[in-house]
């Protein structure tokens, strides 16, 4: 196992940040670490990192104890908030990171066009936007091949269009065999994207199941939204219930187990219907539930 949590705990004072937090990720995984604000997913990933320490309970990175040279190497960290020497231009800034990770300069230069920099490598990080510095960030999260990528926030700052080649670049590390684990307040984008959600609720693990297994334990409704042809949309309504939307479909709530005797009922109305949307619950549906707040 890449990353083996087992039981950890973390005190600041009386207060306990992190409280028996079990979990893993496995060589090639990418697990989305969820939570609110001060729900511990900082702190955690700063103990699997080895700044901050563990007051009960074992971190294991491919078998070492966070912080010890072993470890280090095998991590990756992207923090949320980026710093790197302002004077510094952007290449020079990662092939002096390349040559700490002991990699070289040519690896250096591909990930500054990996992440689109390639223009603006030789120009002072001074100038960079958030977003641009957010991306020589992930270039240097990616340095020497890391076993273990520790994401944290990853895609602060970044368009459409650089969130979905970050994505893309996780994938390849992924596939190569890097561990994944990431945090981020954008759901909708990890929906399709990762393997399994764990969720933190003040310091404690309340979910950790990929997101079809999630769904099934919460129990929430899926949506069924018919759309009558304007001539049928009174019966269609009469035989299906539901509630009426914009006039001229039918939404209809219920669990996964009743979904296709509905099916079957919206089907026999084939010559009634012109099309019908099945919504499974979305990300931020099974967050609100097992964060104790109900879905709207």
Do not use: W
Not at 1 to 21: C, K, N, P, Y
Not at 103 to 116: I, T, Y
Not at 123 to 141: D, H, N
Request: glycine share 10%.
């Amino acid at each position: 196992m890449s990353l083996q949590i087992t039981h950890a705990i973390r005190r600041f004072g009386a207060v306990e940040a992190i409280s028996d937090v079990s979990l893993s990720v496995a060589p090639g995984e990418r697990v989305a670490l969820l939570g609110h604000n001060g729900a511990g997913k900082t702190t955690l990933m700063k103990m699997i990192l080895g700044l901050t320490h563990v007051d009960g309970g074992s971190i294991s990175v491919f078998g070492a104890a966070p912080g010890t040279s072993a470890a280090r190497a095998a991590c990756s960290y992207l923090p949320e908030n980026v710093a790197f020497h302002r004077a510094l231009t952007g290449r020079e800034q990662l092939r002096l990171l390349a040559r700490l990770r002991g990699a070289g300069r040519k690896q250096a230069d591909d990930l500054l066009e990996r992440v689109d920099l390639s223009d603006a490598a030789d120009r002072r990080i001074g100038t960079y936007s958030k977003g641009m510095r957010q991306r020589l960030g992930l270039a240097q999260a990616l340095l020497g091949q890391p076993r273990l990528a520790v994401l944290d926030e990853p895609t602060s700052g970044l368009d459409p269009i650089s969130r979905g080649e970050f994505y893309n670049l996780v994938n390849e590390l992924a596939d190569g065999g890097t561990a994944v684990l990431l945090s981020s307040h954008a759901l909708t984008e990890l929906e399709a994207r990762t393997d399994r959600i764990a969720i933190l609720l003040k310091g404690k693990l309340v979910a950790n199941a990929p997101l079809a297994e999630l769904r099934s334990q919460a129990r929430l409704p899926i949506r069924l939204r018919v759309a009558a042809r304007p001539e049928n949309t009174e019966e269609v309504a009469g035989r299906l219930g539901g509630i009426r939307v914009n006039g001229q479909s039918v939404e209809i709530s219920c669990l996964q187990g009743e979904k296709l005797g509905h099916l079957g009922r919206i089907a026999a109305l084939e010559t009634m219907i012109e099309d019908v949307e099945i919504t499974p619950p979305s990300l931020e549906d099974l967050y609100r539930h097992y964060s104790g707040r109900n879905p709207t």
